[in-house]
């Protein structure tokens, strides 16, 4: 049947494509008067292609809604946090084409990201006790919010293995901070912020004592604990304020996925956990692993954290300061209705509150439900102390019953959940690899599941997260690529998987394999919205964002020695640096303040000192500083690493570092 | 009369649309008879879709020949040299997906490339001096060849700002081995080889006294020199002989790029250069710089060698010894006739020997032609001692006029040749923004070009540099993209331009961003020719390839002590770690030998300690040693960092570091 109609399509379209694609000779004389415009009309038929590349209508379908023609841009960004990389990944829709790697937490050499120039000084600050750490593994990239929707300013993505947020200015997509978080010993929920970015939220995963000194597991109830660190965002400075940031004592338990509520739960967060079984291992000495161990409650719990009244409290002194940091211990912020839990089933994961803000989805990796629970209930028990109990930590617990506004039988292992335009949420299902689309408004509609290519943990939708999602465009963020793409040894890329949702149906449009991370959460947002400016203010430290104090302008090059102390002012312009020579003695430290004198878009240099270990990217108008021993003594050419004009290869020089007498 | 036309042809594909596209109720109820199957038929017609996505004719053809369907493969890789990342970008041809980040030179945390694991070992190798180095200026990726053809076994790779060259294996995407050039400053022409991968040549950039002692600029003629290694590849073992390779003293001109005879030139090497006027800046006293004191001559000159007959005389001892490699100096190639020179015009750029051996293309960044040199005839001139003179050092130069075949006028600024299986030649031209396309075997033909966006370096045809390229497709690598991608800050993606040579003119397909870094040479190499592994033998060392000695079996996991060093064997498998404790002492040196148990396909695990800068990648079977001091006390949660199965999450444990007693 279906087989018989497509041929009637064929032929059908064979025919068109007589008239429409097929008059080759009217468009390659159009070439050749067009002489070096490149190609104009099309050279071959619709049936000539589906037929030589063995395309389905839906393939034609789905390459006509991916392609974008030479010169024409994406509708939205996609900013997908790096995963294990530690940086960011900017991706284009539908294209579904990379267009840039932002260096974050992990140095970048392109970018001159922790090769000598200003960038060490951001990837210093993210240092942990006496550890210099190099990588992250980042979780969940969070843009920049104003009354509930994306603004476009800034991204904060956070850390998880070793604790930390850092904050990228979406002005020239660079990283200007990382703060360390002093308290945990690894994060999971967040970074996410609060609806005009008063606060970015940081939640740790797995427990350990505040401030991570030692303590031995027998005493993991007592000692251990988990913590909500709500980082003051200073938008004017665009920088985090850890002096007037504070954080949240939580038990023991993991805490995991978090969301800030927005709306009707304004002023609320909530945080998802497990192990609430307090499970520590031990399988060297044959006893349960924490996967098993974790597993044994029928419930964990949900924390609802009310932020407004917890921030009253800090500054009415009620905390207590931990490793420089003001904490709200557990018997406060659960006497005052600051902290309850409510329960969840089966090892919950994912935490995300309904666009409206009245509802908050859980999801279940041992359950088969979506849970949606409700905030006014939740409101009201917490104002009525209308509870079932306490745990172990005095903490109250709504119960279950009281607290949701029901539930969504969704598959095998929900586990995130986004939204679209018309009331549907749609839940990733990691063990049964699909996407199933519900409505959160009327939630006993039956479900729609579409198949993805494999292993689906997160998911994202267009401005998903925010008061008013657009629907259009889903991604499926899959774990598991076995026989998607060509093979790349044992180590597989992702694959992201950009779904329709423009029709009644989800359609599938197209692969994207990630061939540098796996990303855990991503955000996609208008493209609109990004306003990148195209060059610096001539001598402006990316940094700092200020015009550098020793700036270098034309004419004004030199090289000045004091002592040891050698500071070299230096230009790049077209195709020379002046100075292109460099001789100083073994054992002089060295600092080189390099400005671009250029002005054009696109018009970049780079600068490196071969042996030295040092290179930096030279954007028109940017100001980098950059200090090293010359403890090596030898020849060592300097050059500029990025490809500027005819004469790229001669925009060189020397750094000559004359032996100690011996 | 083109917009006429195009309705009519909308018009009727509009109908096709009806019969062909249009049937949504069909379609949709195949979606819910096939359950999670899903899309299948179109929804939309195509010319609804041209519409709504304003696309032309061209961009329809363009959409339906580069987008690869969902669980289909694409055709070619690339294996694109990562520029100043310092790692190779893997690319599928005709989609453009980025495939792998393969780590080469510099650190990458997702495969755990530099972060406590084995590849730390192989970052070392390439230390220079006294210099860690963790970055590279990637030039010239180059596959292993067997008689003239890529074999798709190894790639090797050059990096331009450290002197080093890299081995990847094919078959598991890993980097083997980086060998640091003890004599060049840098380099730039190369890593390429012979045709059966004999010898792997790396050839210098910036000349500086051979092995980079310190000599002053006004000791340059003297003292500064140029230098061609040729590494020595051992294919049984699959890594470089550094005691039976060799090197070749060179003049202190800037040997710029290089490339193998083949077929009839085989057993021969050539090189072109500029800056033979030895000009060395000068910009802060008022010199002149370096680009326009290395823009006087009119001729530069081709570096042609004789590398078998070097290999005779290096094997009967007429190499002196710098540095720990033997070297053949000037004088004695010079007299031998395995270097000699001809006359190059214009600051000379590519260098690029045609498929059957017989000629050698070089442009010109300041000339408007290509030149193509005669193998037969330079044999000749050398054989009988045919030359003009000799140059300050020596060497023999030969006249112009009698080597050339011919030359070609290809427009402003020809750099880089490549070639198809129809005798065509691509030029790419930076100041023109075009690809010229000309017939290398019948050079009077007029020249045909295709706008490109904008300013390409380097240029890649399928299986282009081999005895036998396809055609098919080219890609230019274009080092401006002003307008073409959404903005994402001052530095912009370079352009890669995927070119459809199938049809009688060049017709532009698609346009990927390079999202991290600026590639200079690639290769495209037939996706059937690479056969990778998709699991380790159960405790392969990814790094020597054998089973670890200290490989960890199921139930044989412990932790033993003597004195203050501390051995765990530690397994990783669905979803636990065994031990998933360890407790030690401030102090202690810990090494963690761990082996995935895994071995189906994908099922990869990570291991990271928090706040330990520790994270490595555990594919299917795979094992790594892990080495540090445990200098920091405190508790430190361990886990899987990658998303592994349902209770990833609680794949997890402890590190625990008691404090010293105080």
């Given at each position: 049947?279906?087989?018989?109609?497509?041929?009637?399509?064929?032929?059908?379209?064979?025919?068109?494509?007589?008239?429409?694609?097929?008059?080759?000779?009217?468009?390659?004389?159009?070439?050749?008067?067009?002489?070096?415009?490149?190609?104009?009309?099309?050279?071959?038929?619709?049936?000539?292609?589906?037929?030589?590349?063995n395309l389905t209508e839906a393939d034609v379908e789905a390459a006509l809604k991916t392609y974008v023609p030479t010169g024409k841009k994406d509708e939205y960004y996609i900013f997908a946090s790096g995963g294990q990389s530690g940086n960011v990944n900017v991706i284009g829709v539908p294209s579904m084409r990379m267009l840039k790697v932002i260096g974050v937490f992990t140095p970048e050499s392109w970018q001159g990201w922790g090769f000598g120039g200003e960038g060490d000084k951001v990837l210093d600050q993210g240092?942990?006790?006496?550890?210099?750490?190099?990588?992250?593994?980042?979780?969940?990239?969070?843009?920049?919010?104003?009354?509930?929707?994306?603004?476009?300013?800034?991204?904060?993505?956070?850390?998880?293995?070793?604790?930390?947020?850092?904050?990228?200015?979406?002005?020239?997509?660079?990283?200007?901070?990382?703060?360390?978080?002093?308290?945990?010993?690894?994060?999971?929920?967040?970074?996410?912020?609060?609806?005009n970015t008063e606060y970015v939220i940081e939640t740790s995963q797995y427990p350990a004592p505040l401030g991570r000194e030692y303590a031995p597991l027998s005493?993991?109830?007592?000692?251990?604990?988990?913590?909500?660190?709500?980082?003051?965002?200073?938008?004017?400075?665009?920088?985090?304020?850890?002096?007037?940031?504070?954080?949240?004592?939580?038990?023991?338990?993991?805490?995991?996925?978090?969301?800030?509520?927005?709306?009707?739960?304004?002023?609320?967060?909530?945080?998802?956990?497990?192990?609430?079984?307090?499970?520590?291992?031990?399988?060297?000495?044959?006893?349960?692993?924490?996967?098993?161990?974790?597993?044994?409650?029928?419930?964990?719990?949900?924390?609802?954290?009310?932020?407004?009244?917890?921030?009253?409290?800090?500054?009415?002194?009620?905390?207590?300061?931990?490793?420089?940091?003001?904490?709200?211990?557990?018997?406060?912020?659960?006497?005052?209705?600051?902290?309850?839990?409510?329960?969840?089933?089966?090892?919950?994961?994912?935490?995300?509150?309904?666009?409206?803000?009245?509802?908050?989805?859980?999801?279940?990796?041992?359950d088969t439900h979506a849970t949606i629970y409700d905030v006014a209930k939740m409101k009201t028990l917490i104002e009525t102390k209308k509870f079932e109990g306490k745990d172990a930590f005095?903490?109250?617990?709504?119960?279950?019953?009281?607290?949701i506004q029901g539930q969504v039988e969704i598959g095998l292992g929900p586990l995130h959940t986004v939204f679209d335009d018309k009331g549907n949420a749609y839940t990733s299902v990691f063990i049964e690899s699909v996407v199933a689309k519900w409505s959160w408004k009327n939630f006993q509609q039956p479900v729609e599941k579409l198949s993805v290519h494999y292993n689906i943990g997160h998911i994202l939708s267009a401005e998903g997260d925010t008061v008013s999602p657009d629907g259009k465009y889903l991604v499926a963020m899959n774990k598991m690529s076995m026989d998607r793409f060509l093979p790349v040894g044992p180590l597989y890329p992702q694959n992201f998987q950009l779904v329709d949702l423009t029709g009644e149906k989800m359609r599938m449009l197209i692969d994207m394999p990630m061939p540098n991370a796996e990303p855990h959460y991503s955000q996609m947002i208008k493209a609109d919205k990004i306003k990148p400016i195209t060059a610096y203010k001539p001598g402006t430290n990316p940094i700092t964002g200020e015009v550098d104090p020793s700036r270098v302008v034309g004419g004004k090059e030199a090289i000045k020695r004091e002592g040891n102390k050698v500071d070299v002012y230096m230009?790049?312009?077209?195709?020379?640096?002046?100075?292109?020579?460099?001789?100083?003695?073994?054992?002089?430290?060295?600092?080189?303040?390099?400005?671009?004198?250029?002005?054009?878009?696109?018009?970049?240099?780079?600068?490196?000192?071969?042996?030295?270990?040092?290179?930096?990217?030279?954007?028109?108008?940017?100001?980098?500083?950059?200090?090293?021993?010359?403890?090596?003594?030898?020849?060592?050419?300097?050059?500029?690493?990025?490809?500027?004009?005819?004469?790229?290869?001669?925009m060189m020089g020397y750094f000559l570092v004359k032996p100690k007498a011996k």
């Open positions: 049947m279906r087989g018989h109609h497509f041929v009637g399509f064929a032929a059908l379209v064979g025919i068109v494509s007589m008239v429409g694609f097929g008059c080759e000779n009217k468009h390659l004389a159009k070439q050749n008067e067009a002489a070096t415009s490149g190609a104009l009309g099309a050279s071959a038929s619709i049936t000539e292609l589906m037929k030589a590349r240092n942990q006790g006496n550890h210099k750490i190099r990588w992250a593994d980042m979780h969940h990239p969070n843009l920049s919010e104003t009354k509930g929707d994306y603004d476009g300013e800034f991204l904060f993505v956070n850390d998880k293995a070793n604790a930390r947020v850092a904050v990228i200015d979406l002005k020239d997509f660079v990283t200007k901070q990382i703060v360390p978080n002093p308290l945990a010993a690894s994060d999971h929920g967040g970074a996410f912020v609060t609806p005493e993991y109830k007592e000692k251990y604990r988990g913590v909500a660190v709500f980082w003051k965002f200073d938008r004017a400075k665009g920088r985090i304020d850890p002096a007037t940031s504070w954080a949240m004592e939580l038990p023991p338990y993991t805490q995991d996925l978090a969301d800030a509520g927005k709306l009707d739960s304004d002023g609320w967060a909530y945080i998802n956990s497990f192990n609430t079984e307090m499970a520590v291992g031990g399988t060297l000495e044959g006893k349960p692993s924490v996967e098993s161990g974790a597993s044994q409650n029928d419930m964990d719990y949900l924390h609802v954290i009310n932020w407004k009244k917890a921030e009253e409290l800090v500054n009415a002194g009620k905390a207590t300061t931990i490793a420089g940091m003001r904490v709200l211990p557990i018997d406060v912020t659960a006497a005052e209705g600051v902290l309850t839990l409510v329960g969840e089933p089966k090892s919950p994961h994912g935490c995300d509150v309904t666009p409206d803000g009245k509802g908050v989805v859980v999801g279940g990796k041992l005095g903490i109250p617990i709504m119960a279950f019953k009281d607290a230009s790049a312009i077209r195709s020379h640096f002046t100075p292109d020579q460099i001789e100083v003695e073994e054992g002089d430290d060295v600092t080189i303040h390099l400005t671009s004198l250029e002005t054009a878009d696109d018009q970049t240099h780079g600068f490196t000192i071969d042996m030295y270990n040092v290179n930096v990217s030279l954007e028109p108008g940017k100001h980098e500083n950059i200090t090293f021993k010359a403890d090596m003594p030898g020849t060592f050419p300097m050059y500029c690493t990025e490809f500027c004009s005819a004469l790229h290869l001669e």
